[in-house]
């Protein structure tokens, strides 16, 4: 009987001194903890901070949507920065995917581009690429990617590696025929060097 009241009031202290201990602890952390230094702050940052207090950014935004004629587009960027006026945002280092209801796909990448899909179209700058599953592989400086429909337009010249050789063109159109299946269409001075399969 006499250990256990000694060992109530053991518990009892222990519920108070702890407590009051974890207190003085956290106080004296508090006193002697110094102001974080921005610019040291700064030299382990793996961001510019400054930067980041400056512009308004989005990391790593993705979009995705369903075309009218059932196609899916998945568009992912490393960063983003929206316009000033709202309409869309300048972003960088994209990837897209453009996948149709009869199995079509094409990979897109580019290390700028502007995502708008008020306006009906995503637009990739700055070394494009383009893989088919048709078995084309496409670069460009410039490709129109349209949100309503399935259609992939690069205004500017192309170079295209097909299955049967080298395309150059001054503009190339890749959209859906009246039968469904993708067309891939080189306009302007078009020049073909062709490589027949071994």
């Known amino acids: 009987m006499h250990y256990d009241n000694r060992h109530s009031m053991l518990v009892a202290w222990a519920k108070v001194a702890l407590p009051l201990s974890a207190l003085a602890l956290l106080s004296v952390l508090f006193l002697f903890s110094g102001k974080a230094d921005p610019e040291m702050a700064q030299l ?15 990391t790593a935004p ?15 960027a490393a960063a983003a920065r929206p316009d000033t006026d709202g309409a869309g945002a300048s972003a960088a280092d994209l990837k897209a995917k453009l996948e149709t209801p009869g199995g079509f796909t094409a990979d897109l990448a580019a290390k700028a581009g502007r ?25 460009t400086t410039k490709l129109e990617v349209a949100t309503d429909r399935t259609a992939l ?33 080189f306009n302007g001075h078009v020049r073909l060097l062709y490589q027949p399969q071994e």
């Open 153 to 185: 337009t690069a205004p500017e010249p192309v170079r295209a590696e097909g299955p049967f050789g080298t395309i150059t063109a001054d503009q190339m159109r890749l959209g859906t025929s009246e039968s469904g299946a993708q067309d891939l269409v």
């Open 115 to 139: 995502i708008d899909p008020g306006s009906g179209a995503i637009v990739l700058s700055d070394q494009v690429t383009v893989q088919t599953s048709s078995g084309y592989r496409l670069a």
């Open 62 to 76: 993705e979009y995705s949507g369903m075309t009218e004629d059932g196609a899916a587009l998945t568009v992912t």
């Open 44 to 58: 382990y940052a793996k961001v510019d901070v400054a930067e980041l207090a400056r512009e308004q950014r989005m």
